[in-house]
């Protein structure tokens, strides 16, 4: 699926208020949801699963199922809001810390006029909270509601509460809000078009970042290729054996 099929196909599920979960799937994703059993759940629960970043690209050619295009949130999002802007789109914001997802929303709707912000929170209320939370996205009532709280809790959450927002589309977008808002700088075009934008990030947090990729990458790369083996040795298992004539 390319970009352009998936903004037509998001927003024809938004504007007709089909609701709904979308997830996008990255190689950090997949390796936090072996070992967490709630999200693998929301996973497999979601009505839209992206592929994100170089890391499943890779992964999906190396297991003879090629994913050529990028669907990261990044871009999707802004260009989603882009073209959904002329259509009465209205958005929401959850997530991130006090500040964020306001400033967030300025800057799209700078960039996108038509754009209809619905509502912000930060991600930082108590979880005793969550039904006011939950009735202010109805009342607002969005087409679509971004939810940065990052993997796995957005698609926890996600799973958890979507079903007490009829009509909404609710898309967890870990991050976004940060680079929209301007506070964490994305990197320059000719990196991400060559893959290697997870770089760029770990040298600008690597405190935070290099254990997600350098080890969650390795730990990526060692299932993928232990699910190629044991698939590859299944497969030389029920191949037909051929009798030799008498």
């Given amino acids: 699926m390319s970009s352009e099929e998936a903004i037509e196909l998001l927003l ?6 089909q609701g709904g979960r979308v997830y996008y799937a990255n190689a950090h994703t997949m390796v936090t949801a072996v070992n967490n059993s709630a999200l693998a759940l929301a996973l497999e629960r979601s009505d839209l699963l992206l592929a994100d970043g170089s890391g499943v690209r890779w992964g ?13 949130g990044t871009d999707l999002v802004p260009a989603l809001c882009k073209n959904g802007a002329a259509k009465g789109l209205s958005i929401y914001l959850l997530g991130a810390k006090p500040g964020v997802a306001q400033d967030a929303a300025t800057n799209l709707k700078t960039a996108f006029p038509g754009l209809a ?3 912000t929170q930060d991600g930082y209320f ?5 039904q006011q939370v939950l009735e202010a996205i109805r009342f607002a009532r969005p087409h679509l509601l971004l939810v940065a709280m990052g993997v796995p ?13 009829p009509g909404i589309t609710c898309m967890g977008v870990g991050g976004l809000f940060d680079f929209v808002a301007e506070r964490v700088t994305r990197a320059p075009s000719s990196i991400r078009a060559i893959g290697m934008e ?9 405190n935070r ?3 997600r990729y350098f080890i969650g990458n390795f730990i990526f ?8 083996f044991t698939r590859s040795q299944n497969e030389q298992q029920t191949k037909p054996k051929l009798s030799a004539k008498s």
């Fill in 126 to 130: 108590p979880e005793n909270e969550t």
């Fill in 221 to 228: 790369l060692s299932l993928l290729l232990r699910y190629a």
């Fill in 209 to 211: 970042l290099w254990r």
């Fill in 198 to 206: 997870w770089l760029w990030r770990v040298a600008m947090e690597p």
């Fill in 60 to 72: 999906s050619s190396l297991l003879g199922t090629p994913l050529v295009h990028n669907l990261n």
């Fill in 153 to 165: 809790l957005q698609e926890i959450w996600i799973d958890r509460y979507a079903n007490q927002l």
């Fill in 12 to 17: 024809t599920r938004l504007l007709k208020r």
């Fill in 117 to 119: 912000i619905a509502g």
